[in-house]
């Protein structure tokens, strides 16, 4: 009678100890390779963050503060001398601030409108060819930007727009094969019986756009302008060959200042500084719509 139960004591142990690791519980080693996980998260995340606060640390320092204290150390006291140098001096960085911000405001609405646009020709309309236009257009994305430079140079200085705020903006205001291809995709995932039922009700493509199609993919084009407004915002090789002169985007104007101020890091980090305010907000704004974007990427 008392082997039975040694024996159930036994298997009760080990069934015990089964139901512990299938309960998901953490043993040891579990743990180690956890902790090692985001410890070398937190490394990585405290590599990308430096640079950004030694930028806005060196913004609020003194000339003379930053070359007596170490990068890192704290303003002492903090001062605006480098944002007031920066915005009132030879290089107009205030007009270079608006000059970016009417650059970008146009470069969006006319690469998300076009994109749009192409977008749903290619995923809800039938016409001979559809599928070899889209392939031939979305295969341009492996020509390098750098290629393209000196083709469009020389079309905006025979049209004379060198110099000129629409010879920054014309050649990036129409649709991108990445803005088409990422539209396309979400466009096609809508269910077609949610199209044929709005046909049926006597809606026309327009209407199917603007009302069904654009309120079912908010995420995707939260996604995509926002993804636009950065890669235009941070955009210096073409600002600076087309208009060398004037006008001046922030970025170039950024650059020149290193040369004005013969390298005096308080005023170029300032500079910087008022450049990242807007792509924070931006991104402080539209962080839930591009985690959902991530999220319905994944699930499709």
């Keep these: 009678m008392s082997e039975p139960a040694i024996v159930s004591g036994g298997g009760s142990s080990s069934l015990g100890r089964r139901r512990t690791r299938a309960g998901g519980r953490i043993d040891q080693p579990g743990s180690l390779g956890t902790a090692g996980i985001y410890l070398g998260l937190t490394l990585a995340a405290a590599v990308m963050v430096l640079p950004f606060i030694f930028s806005f640390l060196t913004a609020f320092k003194s000339p003379k503060d930053f070359a007596s204290h170490s990068p890192l150390a704290l303003p002492g006291p903090w001062t605006l001398e480098s ?69 469009l140079y020389l079309m905006m200085a025979k049209a004379g727009m060198n110099n000129t705020f629409w010879g920054i903006v014309i050649p990036f205001m129409f649709a991108s094969p990445y803005a088409v291809f990422l539209l396309r995709e979400s466009f096609r995932s809508i269910p077609q019986e949610i199209i044929d039922a709005a046909k049926i009700d006597g809606a026309g493509q327009l209407r199917i756009l603007t009302r069904i199609v654009l309120p079912m993919s908010g995420p995707i084009l ?34 020149a200042m290193q040369s004005q101020y013969n390298a005096n890091w308080t005023y170029v980090m300032a500079a910087t500084t008022i450049a990242l305010v807007p792509l924070i907000i931006l991104f402080v704004i539209f962080q839930k719509q591009i985690v959902a974007s991530i999220t319905l990427s994944g699930l499709k």
């Design 83 to 151: 944002f007031s140098a920066v915005l009132t001096g030879r290089i107009d960085f205030a007009s270079a601030i608006w000059t970016t911000v009417l650059m970008v405001l146009v470069m969006v609405v006319g690469q998300v409108t076009s994109s749009v646009m192409a977008a749903y020709a290619f995923a809800r309309l039938s016409f001979p060819g559809r599928d070899l236009v889209f392939w031939l257009f979305l295969s341009t994305m492996m020509i390098p930007a750098s290629v393209l430079v000196i083709p």
């Design 222 to 255: 939260a996604t995509l302008t926002l993804i636009t407004v950065v890669s235009q915002w941070n955009s210096f090789m073409w600002p600076r060959i087309i208009a060398s002169q004037e006008p001046k985007v922030i970025t170039v104007a950024t650059a």
